[in-house]
């Protein structure tokens, strides 16, 4: 029987390549997977081998996409073998492999259906591991992360609808409706409509800035909305329909993003807390504007010069923050130039 050979030629396999007997082999346990640094099946041993060399039933090498470089022609048990590339099921007439959410074509290096997130996952719908295989995993189809990231890392931070009121998943299934105050059994209460907040968790995976961003927005929505709810007069509240309300409401939702604004300077790389600050600004721009939400009408006077206070002392702690990460790049700058002439 042929050998199994390696991309280089070389006999990996021996003479002993061979479908699982019925009272042997798999059947009986003694078959055993190994895996790369990867975690991708990289050979299949048979313990019941007299040999060490004769052990090696499969051996696979692959490209960074998954696809199998080396030869295994009339290798008969390494060719049936459907686990494979991320230790997924391959199917071997269709050459696809089975991830739970989706099937992904190593030929292609993509996912040959959308991500169940649609865009919110990203604009590119199809494309696999963020296209970078070597540094990012995806258990499922639907969630890439980086090797040794807890899964569920994401979810530690909220995520889901919250609130003093019983049920806030239903308020904010309201495409747009960020948070709530409401009044529940006669008394006041308020939602936070997080889902609505944060981002894709593979995005906020990817770019930690955006996450650190979101934390704030959800906390300082928060505030906005307890600041609401703080202003019931037995279930009885002027709301959105009152313009003062609104604007005691937006001006303590902005001191609290101008304090949380320290939370991207104290990011280490800085650029990801360049990319914090942008999705703190564009917050800030849309929805921290002084004015009702209703009929967008403007604050009374005295409400209207304590939201533009709380507004110039965002914009001030902004300039800060710039001023800093300013100076950080400067330095980095330099100790870079300092470690050439050092060499």
């Given at each position: ?336 130039r300092e470690g050439r002439r050092g060499e």
């Open positions: 029987m042929p050998f199994c050979r390696s991309r280089s030629g070389s006999c990996i396999c021996g003479s002993n390549c061979h479908e699982p007997a019925s009272t042997g082999g798999v059947d009986a346990g003694e078959y055993v997977f190994t895996y790369d640094a990867n975690g991708n099946v990289a050979q299949v041993l048979d313990l019941s081998a007299g040999s060490a060399p004769a052990a090696i039933v499969a051996h696979y090498e692959y490209d960074p996409y998954g696809g199998v470089v080396n030869d295994l022609s009339g290798c008969t048990y390494a060719e049936a073998n459907p686990i494979r590339f991320s230790t997924k099921y391959h199917d071997a007439e269709t050459g696809l492999g089975y991830w739970g959410y989706r099937y992904y074509s190593a030929r292609l290096g993509r996912w040959i259906s959308p991500d169940p997130l649609g865009e919110e996952g990203g604009l590119n719908l199809k494309v696999s591991f963020l296209n970078d295989p070597i540094n990012w995993i995806d258990a499922l189809g639907g969630s890439p992360r980086r090797p040794g990231e807890k899964p569920d890392e994401a979810e530690r931070r909220p995520a889901k609808p919250y609130g003093t009121c019983t049920d806030c998943e239903t308020p904010c299934k309201q495409a747009g409706l960020y948070g709530q105050a409401l009044c529940e059994g006669g008394k006041p209460c308020w939602c936070v409509c997080a889902n609505n907040i944060r981002s894709a968790p593979w995005l906020e995976r990817e770019h930690h800035g955006l996450a650190v961003a979101n934390d704030a927005i959800v906390r300082c929505t928060e505030v906005h909305e307890r600041t609401h709810a703080a202003k019931f007069d037995h279930c009885k509240p002027a709301g959105h329909d009152d313009p003062s309300d609104e604007c005691r409401a937006s001006t303590a939702s902005t001191d609290c993003m101008a304090g949380a604004l320290a939370s991207c300077v104290a990011m280490t790389d800085v650029s990801h807390a360049e990319g914090c600050l942008r999705r703190m600004d564009y917050w800030f721009q849309k929805y921290e504007t002084c004015r009702a939400y209703s009929d967008e009408a403007p604050c009374p006077s005295a409400e209207r010069d304590a939201c533009r206070e709380a507004q110039e002392r965002y914009r001030e702690a902004r300039r800060k923050a710039d001023r800093e990460l300013t100076q950080r790049r400067k330095d980095d700058a330099e100790q870079r």
